[in-house]
């Protein structure tokens, strides 16, 4: 990966990273944070969900840490047997009812 410099606050040349700073802006001005803890613990929360568990659709709805960690043709491959085996069982519910 290769490190490249833009002009800073110009959207078209920092488009992912200014798309990352609005849904957080946007996910943390819903509500009001009277302590400092709070909203770094916010933060943090939406840093964990945002890499972790929120799946993106142009990863093949990986997480960026599977992808990063290299988990995600894994990944795919377990989705791929589970879609072939609930194909393969739900083809035996049918003949089985259909006879």
Do not use: C
Request: no cysteine; charged share 30%.
């Amino acid at each position: 990966m290769d490190h490249t410099r833009g002009a800073p606050n110009h959207p078209q040349t920092q488009g992912k990273i200014e798309r990352w700073h609005q849904t957080l802006k946007n996910r943390i001005l819903l509500e009001n944070y009277f302590l400092p803890g709070d909203l770094e613990a916010q933060i943090a929360a939406f840093v964990e969900r945002y890499n972790h568990r929120r799946y993106h659709e142009s990863l093949d709805n990986l997480t960026p840490a599977d992808v990063y960690f290299g988990r995600g043709q894994t990944v795919l491959l377990q989705r791929e047997r589970i879609k072939r085996k609930t194909i393969e069982q739900r083809r035996l519910l049918h003949r089985k009812a259909a006879a």
